[in-house]
């Protein structure tokens, strides 16, 4: 099941300190790096490999959560003489850094990603790269794959390019910082064109029948009664309006990858297994939600609010059951049969986080020798077919869905016999289990499994009233459990 990112207050961290440890070591994650790969990454933040135009006199800014330091993206946006927009989007130089082979090379290929937990981070690579001398930071001269975006007055990409440049970021806003000065007026024009751009290119999504899902955040904080309380917070809308520059670029990137005939796409079948399809109709129909013939999914979630406890139990389970996405590697022109990312309605690459995920600096590579008109490195070629094995390795979506299933429990514990309202948005009816399933509840936010224990089938998209049997931190599965009595 697809999770919505979980953010915690530090009260709530410090309540869960010990549980979030323990779940660290379940999940064998490493908390330190060997002292090889520390000196190398000393060495390298002194020495990296540069060949990069200038283009510090533009003024970029970045837009992440507070607490980051780990800066990929930088932009800057501005209006073209006769019409149009012009997007510069700078993206960290990992690979001015870590070379080939290399202790640091070794280690990324090992970590796959950066793993988030509530109280703290475990970088793909040593801090003094991934928070120092790689990132984007403010009134820093920093290595970077520049993409220059070409817009007509539409928000349609006419023209798209990258090559290596070094560049200079003058603002870092978050998003909280940013949608304030946006509303009240105060926002410079490129941030304010953010949202102008931001606008149009959600509606050239809608029109190639793209998705964006807006699912709120979890939240976990103390109330005044010192106990835990886990609700839903919806995002701000430069959100969504930073993410769409993410997404061109990563159409952009698998284009020209397409045009080149190498590269590395994510895709995602459309509708591939009926039966989810059939049971996400019949969900929507319990639910009260309106799913006419002939109206594509796509079209449908667009229409809901997540804000409806109905609409968000809908799009909880749909996000999660209904795309499954896949790294695709192709070589020497052997395109693919499946080139799309059914969610984007594109195809579609990773190249906009090599900070944070190993398969972007490869399709960073790509992009630049393609538009240089240049053979790929023999270091990318070379790794290129081990690179959807490596990425399978990942542990995020775990550790994602686990914080959330141990918050979850933890806020619960204390109210084991309660009875709360939810609704069933999953049963196990096809596995021969019509007595299980899972449940929502929107307050507190939670997804659990649900057990019937009165003999009755679950009924999908019905309103129940459940009871919670047990919610362990410290249970193996199922650490929250309802029952229908």
Excluded at 218 to 240: C, F, I, K, M
Excluded at 321 to 347: C, G, N, S, W
Excluded at 372 to 392: F, T, Y
Aim: glycine fraction near 6%.
């Amino acid at each position: 099941m697809r999770r919505r990112p979980m953010h915690m207050s530090d009260e709530a961290q410090e309540a869960l300190h010990s549980a979030l440890v323990e779940l660290r070591a379940e999940l064998k994650v490493p908390l330190s790096f060997p002292k090889r790969v520390l000196k190398a990454a000393e060495k390298a933040a002194t020495q990296p490999q540069l060949n990069h135009k200038d283009a510090t006199h533009l003024p970029f800014f970045t837009i992440d959560p507070p607490t980051s330091k780990d800066l990929d993206q930088a932009m800057h946006l501005e209006r073209r003489p006769g019409g149009g927009y012009r997007v510069y989007y700078a993206i960290a130089d990992v690979a001015a850094f870590v070379r080939a082979g290399s202790p640091l090379d070794t280690e990324a290929h090992d970590r796959v990603e950066t793993l988030y937990f509530p109280d703290l981070k475990v970088p793909l690579h040593p801090p003094v790269l991934s928070e120092g001398a790689a990132s984007l930071l403010p009134h820093q001269d920093r290595p970077a794959l520049l993409w220059q975006h070409d817009l007509d007055a539409h928000g349609n990409l006419t023209d798209s390019s990258v090559s290596r440049a070094m560049v200079r970021s003058q603002n870092r806003y978050d998003y909280a910082g940013a949608q304030q000065a946006i509303d009240n007026g105060t926002a410079a024009e490129p941030l304010t064109l953010l949202r102008e751009i931001g606008e149009l290119r959600e509606a050239v999504e809608i029109a190639r029948g793209g998705i964006s899902v807006n699912l709120p955040d979890q939240e976990v904080t103390l109330d005044e009664n010192g106990s835990l309380r886990l609700h839903y917070a919806a995002a701000p809308p430069v959100e969504g309006w930073n993410e769409q520059i993410s997404l061109m670029t990563g159409m952009s990137a698998a284009q020209i990858m397409l045009d080149t005939g190498t590269g590395i796409l994510r895709t995602q079948r459309e509708q591939a297994d009926q039966n989810v399809v059939k049971r996400l109709h019949g969900l929507a129909e319990a639910l009260g939600i309106v799913w006419r013939p002939g109206i594509s999914y796509a079209t449908l979630v667009r229409k809901l609010d997540p804000r409806n406890q109905r609409h968000m139990a809908f799009l909880s389970e749909a996000t999660g059951t209904m795309l499954k996405a896949q790294y695709t590697v192709f070589r020497d022109h052997r395109t693919p049969e499946h080139t799309m990312h059914a969610a984007i309605a594109a195809p579609y690459a990773h190249c906009t986080a090599p900070l944070r995920r190993l398969v972007d600096r490869y399709t960073g590579e790509l992009c630049v020798a393609a538009c240089a008109d240049k053979a790929p490195p023999n270091w990318v070629l070379d790794a290129l077919s081990c690179i959807p094995c490596d990425m399978a390795r990942g542990k995020s979506a775990l550790a994602d869905r686990q914080t959330v299933d141990l918050a979850e429990a933890a806020m619960l514990k204390d109210r084991v016999g309660q009875v709360f309202d939810a609704a069933v948005i999953d049963t196990d009816a096809e596995r021969g289990r019509p007595h299980e399933g899972k449940v929502f509840l929107a307050d507190p936010a939670v997804l659990a499994k649900v057990v019937s224990d009165n003999g009755l089938d679950l009924q999908l998209g019905s309103s129940v009233r459940v009871t919670l049997k047990r919610a362990n931190p410290a249970a193996d599965e199922d650490k929250v459990l309802f029952t229908l009595p």
